[in-house]
């Protein structure tokens, strides 16, 4: 195992810069520029991205050193990764960051338009509603969403099979008793084996869908039988079913001043730190363990204001993670990196970028840090004029990704004692 500092660090890795016209003097103004250094966490990030790459996962880290990554990458794959790479130097951060994208829910519009009038029952599923438990004629229940909301009914019908009673359709001694599985084919060689459909997302209910009534007719007497027979006729319930496209300047809408104010009112019950943004209609929290994401998403899904976009419960979504130093690593580098800007007081320096080098000149040891490295640029006279063309032109064209001394022929064993220096060899 390699740990963050066994690295030569008198070449000092860097990750960007400032530069800073000075105005004191027209004749004798020039520059400073404040080169950035690279912390140990961002060494091992550039290092991660690799590592990752190679695992077929590509995350990009910012200046912060977050990343985005699924669930099961950073259970199985990060944070054994920084383990086995890293030991104790660098570690992912206890906190790990929740955004959900949310849209008004159009469903809830609906009911607002309908008012005491509740002609219908409905649903949004992403970009359309279903609408059920009907007491109407269908053609008044067209015309209502279509006038107020745009709402077109696609050539989609189905029914619905609520199961009462039950928090699980899967997760009851009937479906023990009767070995029934939910799958499109057998598990076992056992006859005595039943099978059954999916349930809905919600587990608590059966849906089938066709382009018209008819069409699911007898799919739909078969699994009406199925489900009297396991879970018992008195707890089944049907529902009609029929489904609406939402039009897309509709679907996309922003919330209302009265919808965000109710869902901002909802946020600030839970007790965990979330932020909103009405204009973004994004939520955000943070969170130590997967229960308390799981609890405070339920809470979130349950505002009747809004509809999720994406859920945090998908495989596919993306947690906000950080990687950090610990503050042993922080201060054994800080120190070496300060030992190394005294050891370098009067030389000149180089400044390497990804496509060339150029001579910066001395490095302000009293003004440098370990965050800093600080490079005053002279104007006074034609060929300091001249040299600072040459940095602002390297500048332009090039960043800066790290800095070393400039090694004359009779000082060239001096990188080498300060490596020893630093490593104690």
């Excluded at 991205?49 to 669930?71: C, H, V, W």
């Excluded at 007898?218 to 699994?223: I, N, T, V």
């Excluded at 009747?304 to 998908?314: A, D, H």
Aim: aromatic fraction near 10%.
């Amino acid at each position: 195992m390699t740990t963050i500092n066994d690295t030569n660090i008198a070449t000092i890795k860097c990750k960007g810069y400032t530069l800073c016209k000075n105005t004191e003097n027209k004749n004798t103004a020039g520059y400073t520029l404040d080169v950035i250094i690279k912390t140990p966490a961002d060494s091992a990030c550039e290092k991660i991205t690799k590592l990752l790459a190679e695992k077929n996962i590509y995350a990009k880290f910012d200046d912060g050193n977050y990343t985005r990554l699924s669930r099961t990458d950073i259970e199985e794959i990060i944070d054994p990764l920084l383990a086995e790479n890293f030991g104790n130097d660098i570690k992912r951060s206890s906190k790990i960051g929740c955004t959900i994208k949310v849209r008004p829910s159009i469903s809830s519009r609906i009911f607002d338009a309908l008012g005491p009038n509740k002609i219908f029952d409905c649903e949004q599923i992403d970009k359309v509603i279903n609408i059920f438990n009907l007491k109407t004629d269908l053609k008044e229940a067209d015309k209502f969403l279509s006038e107020n909301f745009g709402l077109i009914r696609c050539n989609s019908a189905g029914i619905i099979f609520n199961i009462k009673g039950v928090n699980d359709v899967t997760q009851t001694p009937a479906i023990e008793q009767l070995n029934v599985s939910f799958s499109k084919t057998y598990n076992t060689d056992n006859t005595t084996e039943i099978l059954m459909p999916k349930p809905h997302c919600d587990l608590k209910s059966y849906r089938t869908f066709g382009n018209t009534l008819n069409d699911i007719k007898e799919k739909e007497e078969r699994l009406h039988d199925f489900l009297n027979f396991i879970y018992g006729a008195e707890n089944v319930e049907r529902t009609e079913v029929y489904t609406y496209n939402i039009p897309f300047e509709c679907y996309m809408s922003g919330f209302n001043n009265n919808e965000w104010e109710h869902i901002q009112k909802h946020i600030k019950a839970f007790k965990v730190y979330a932020t909103s943004s009405a204009a973004d209609g994004l939520i955000h929290f943070e969170f130590n363990n997967w229960n308390n994401m799981e609890k405070t998403f339920e809470q979130i899904n349950k505002i009747k204001r809004l509809c999720i976009v994406k859920s945090p419960l998908q495989s596919s979504y993306k947690f906000k993670i950080r990687i950090y130093e610990t503050q042993e690593c922080s201060n054994k580098y800080k120190k070496a990196i300060v030992n190394t800007i005294k050891d370098l007081d009067g030389k000149d320096m180089i400044c390497k970028g990804n496509n060339g080098e150029v001579r910066i000149g001395k490095l302000s040891v009293e003004e440098s840090d370990a965050h800093h490295l600080v490079f005053h640029i002279p104007c006074s006279n034609t060929k300091e004029r001249k040299n600072a063309d040459d940095i602002l032109s390297f500048l332009a064209n090039d960043t800066i990704t790290e800095a070393t001394p400039a090694i004359d022929t009779n000082n060239g064993n001096w990188f080498q004692k300060i490596w020893t220096k630093i490593n104690g060899k």
